[in-house]
């Protein structure tokens, strides 16, 4: 699929300068010309600014400039695209073009722009710019609304509420589960035990399925919620981190600035964003929750929280749980804040970490 989208850019590109590929002349003909054109292709040209990867802010001014360098030949005129999108278009007597950064995502955008010459020739010159968010997010603290027995032996890797039950997926090697757990008492009622070179990640549960990732074995399970009995192995590309859904499309972590939209019955890529915030990309983004319309993630190895908006990839909010874990709770094993459950009958929202005694349920409180 990134193949053919490529391969409709560069179609896009190509028709967009006039006097290329006119039908009307005999194939052998056109042959030749292509031929001589491919032998005039220019490589004398050098964009000035943006650089590759340099990071705006969405909605800042882009400054296009180019330097020319060979003054027999005559650009006749040049074309600036985002992606297959034209967003603008210069003549001869310009070496710029100005443009103000709007319709894009958060995160890398491809850029392309075409040299139209005068003969007939063209030349191609891409790079990607990064964009920050627009927006600055909102900040929360958080008040203990309840605590709850969490298994001091769960290195927690995924959190899921779900029909009155807490479904809980344990991470290290030889150690893995999938464990249903009972709220209130933290009694786990059924466990099943991953073989010992896999990894546990994330779950979700999705269609009366439980669904788990393994970290980097590429490879996924699901399961029937009741039994636990396998129904299917699953496949991706990717490390596995978190896993949720948003009731129709899987979506998942893998431990950089990404978030992918899978469909739930192959695990093909239907789409993704990349998370920034109005300082850059907000990386190691690790368990995940999909809560009144937004993803919650944790961030790997850190007491906190991010919010992202599902449709632009931008950081809406940041949670700081700092100090929810008493001192007296530490000792050597303890790991850090990941796991985040929602009840959305009740508005319950749960958290606890890696090896933790206890789980609580808080209320955000906003700073």
């Known amino acids: 699929m990134f193949f053919m989208l490529n391969l409709l850019i560069l179609v896009i590109l190509g028709a967009g300068c006039a006097g290329n590929g006119s039908s009307t002349v005999p194939k052998h003909e056109r042959v030749e010309k292509n031929k001589e ?44 695209y985002t992606g297959s999108r034209k967003i603008g278009m210069t003549y001869r007597e310009d070496t710029g073009y100005s443009w103000v950064s709007e319709g894009i995502m958060v995160g890398r955008n491809s850029f392309n722009i075409r040299f139209c010459f005068s003969d007939g020739t063209s030349e191609n010159r891409s790079l990607t710019l990064r964009f920050k968010s627009d927006i600055v997010p909102d900040y929360y603290g958080y008040r203990i609304k309840a605590v709850f027995l969490h298994d001091r032996n769960a290195y927690t890797q995924g959190l899921v509420y779900h029909d009155g039950w807490l479904y809980e997926g344990t991470g290290q090697r030889g150690r893995s589960s999938l464990r249903k757990i009972r709220l209130k008492t933290g009694e786990i009622i059924g466990t099943l035990n991953l073989a010992s070179e896999l990894f546990g990640e994330g779950i979700c549960i999705f269609d009366d399925k439980i669904i788990q990732l393994t970290w980097t074995s590429q490879i996924g399970f699901v399961y029937d919620l009741e039994s636990f009995k396998l129904i299917k192995k699953i496949n991706y590309p990717t490390q596995g981190w978190g896993l949720t859904t948003n009731g129709k499309q899987l979506i998942m972590s893998d431990g950089s600035e990404k978030i992918y939209f899978l469909e739930p019955e192959y695990f093909t890529e239907l789409a993704r964003i990349e998370v920034y915030d109005h300082e850059g990309p907000v990386r190691n983004l690790n368990e995940l929750e999909y809560i009144n319309g937004e993803i919650y993630a944790n961030v790997y190895q850190t007491f906190k929280i991010v919010r992202i908006d599902p449709e ?18 530490y000792h050597t094993d303890v790991g850090v804040l990941n796991g985040i459950a929602y009840d959305d009958k009740n508005d319950r929202l749960f958290v606890t970490g890696k090896r933790w005694p206890e789980l609580f349920q808080i209320e955000l409180v906003k700073r």
């Open 37 to 80: 054109l491919k032998q005039k292709s220019k490589k004398n040209i050098t964009l000035v600014s943006p650089v590759k990867n340099e990071m705006f802010t969405l909605g800042e001014k882009i400054e296009f400039n180019y330097r020319f360098e060979d003054t027999g030949e005559i650009i006749d005129s040049v074309i600036y």
């Open 312 to 329: 632009t990839g931008k950081v809406l909010a940041w949670i700081n749980l700092t100090g929810i874990l008493a001192q007296k709770d």
